[in-house]
């Protein structure tokens, strides 16, 4: 029995090739052996997204083999396959039908091929005759236009792609629901280029085949004000800063506002693109617009900031600056020096006082000191940080109605000054002798007796510790005679044994 591939266009060669090793390989006693497939897999052409069942039938002897399906030569494991067996008598070795179907749900381009049932008879294997799933429709989608924002102006892309089959897929690009023209010489457009939209447009794809026609979704591009150019700052107050910008482009939408940020600068501030953002929430302002400029007020003196903004239009929000440093200036202190005190002794005048309670708004550099009589010129005087100064006044001193005034001041300048103080004659205060102490009689008493009570108490102790060095001193009861130890002792007698 010769074997050969028939003539099928989607047929691989690798299959004829497997198909004709098995008939060569058989036994030669068992390739004459008919094939038990009575009913062959049929073929199916449908659209995507199908439901699609294949069907094969054997009549065997005995008892009825498993069945197998094949697509393109190789076994499917997880298929979706019923099958069915009717013996044809009553007893086992009689005739056996035997049906198996293949369920292919949701037909995809991934199920198209050729599909065989296959299975094993003693030490033969028995192949049915191909039946080809092919996969016809309108285009598919893989890739659609996606909803996005842009800023006035500014170029972007957009994406689409289709398949079949059939093949070829033509796409066709459409704004507001017009299709675009198709350069000269370019095939189908993938990859769309925009060069830029002064109002919020919305974007779809046409894929076009044998079949018909598919459309894609419909995306919106919105179109934002570009971000704004050129913050900078205009004056500065110690507690006020002053800032303008450039508005960027916002298409056919006039911008409504502008929104600025102030944020105290710390390390972790970003001022460059790609740095975080401050910490913690910034101050927020709003300006209408025009004019392009804005005033923060109830600022830190002497403190530096962060400032960005974004302009806003009917569309939405622009992107914002990147964060701008400034800072505040000194201002000078908000209060005079506190609790100034002023006392002349003879041709000297003593002044004392503290450092103001009210904001310095900078940093203190020193005190300015004022001094004026009745009938004198007023003297200044620059003290620096200390908070003490001693006057020597002129002649005698007796400078009638002399007073005296503070102010501490920063690099911006002066604070307020003190109201005048006059002086006062120095009074030495008189030292008052302390009282003699004295304690009460009875104080004296009982420290007495407490006294009394430890000489005792060490002495027993002295005694009883003396008692054990001589262990010997009660027995003998030792005298003492001319400052030496004398132990008296009576000899008894003794006998001799």
């Not at 381009?109 to 028995?126: I, K, M, P, R, T």
């Not at 934002?224 to 107050?237: D, E, I, K």
């Not at 300015?368 to 001193?397: F, K, N, W």
Request: a negative charge; proline letters at 10%; hydrophobic letters at 35%.
């Amino acid at each position: 029995m010769a074997w050969r591939c028939p003539r099928m266009g989607r047929v691989p060669l690798v299959w004829c090739l497997a198909l004709c090793g098995w008939v060569c390989m058989a036994p030669r006693g068992t390739q004459a052996e008919e094939s038990p497939f009575v009913g062959n897999p049929g073929n199916i052409t449908g659209a995507r997204g199908l439901t699609g069942t294949l069907r094969c039938q054997l009549q065997v002897q005995g008892e009825p083999p498993e069945v197998h399906w094949l697509r393109d030569g190789q076994i499917l494991e997880l298929a979706d396959s019923t099958q069915t067996q009717v013996p044809l008598g009553e007893d086992e070795q009689d005739d056996w039908i035997v049906v198996s179907q293949l369920r292919i749900a949701s037909l995809q381009l991934s199920d198209a091929g050729q599909y065989q049932c296959l299975v094993f008879l003693g030490h033969q294997n028995f192949v049915s005759q191909p039946g080809y799933v092919g996969l016809e429709g309108l285009p598919y989608f893989l890739e659609e236009p996606e909803d996005r924002t842009v800023a006035a102006n500014t170029p972007f892309n957009l994406s689409c792609q289709a398949q079949g089959p059939p093949e070829p897929v033509d796409l066709l690009w459409l704004q507001d629901a017009v299709p675009l023209a198709t350069a000269p010489g370019h095939g189908p457009q993938r990859n769309l280029h925009v060069p830029g939209l002064n109002k919020t447009s919305s974007f779809s794809c046409e894929a076009h085949n044998a079949k018909g026609v598919t459309t894609s979704r419909t995306a919106t591009i919105t179109v934002l004000p570009q971000q704004p150019r050129n913050l900078h700052l205009v004056s500065r107050q110690p507690t006020e800063l002053e800032v303008a910008w450039t508005p960027g482009l916002s298409g056919i939408y006039p911008l409504t506002h502008c929104t600025l940020q102030a944020m105290l600068s710390d390390n972790e501030v970003g001022i460059q693109a790609g740095e975080p953002d401050p910490p913690e929430e910034p101050l927020t302002l709003q300006a209408s617009v025009p004019p392009h400029q804005l005033r923060l007020g109830s600022l830190h003196p002497h403190t530096p900031y962060h400032i960005r903004v974004a302009c806003t239009s009917s569309q939405g929000p622009s992107s914002w600056t990147h964060w701008l440093p400034v800072e505040t200036p000194e201002g000078v202190p908000l209060g005079p020096p506190e609790n100034i005190s002023a006392t002349r002794n003879g041709s000297q005048a003593f002044v004392h006082w503290q450092e103001p309670q009210a904001p310095l708004q900078g940093t203190l550099l020193g005190y300015r000191l004022a001094y004026q009589g009745q009938d004198t010129p007023e003297v200044l005087m620059d003290i620096g940080l200390r908070q003490e100064v001693t006057l020597e006044l002129q002649g005698d001193g007796s400078v009638s109605n002399l007073t005296v005034c503070v102010a501490a001041y920063t690099a911006a300048g002066d604070g307020p000054w003190s109201l005048p103080v006059p002086l006062e004659a120095w009074r030495p205060v008189k030292e008052t002798s302390a009282p003699a102490f004295s304690w009460p009689w009875w104080y004296i008493l009982l420290g007495a007796v407490v006294a009394a009570a430890c000489v005792l108490i060490l002495a027993l102790f002295l005694v009883h510790r003396r008692k054990k060095e001589t262990r010997y001193g009660e027995v003998f009861e030792p005298t003492v005679e001319r400052g030496e130890l004398v132990v008296r002792y009576r000899v008894r007698k003794s006998y001799s044994r």
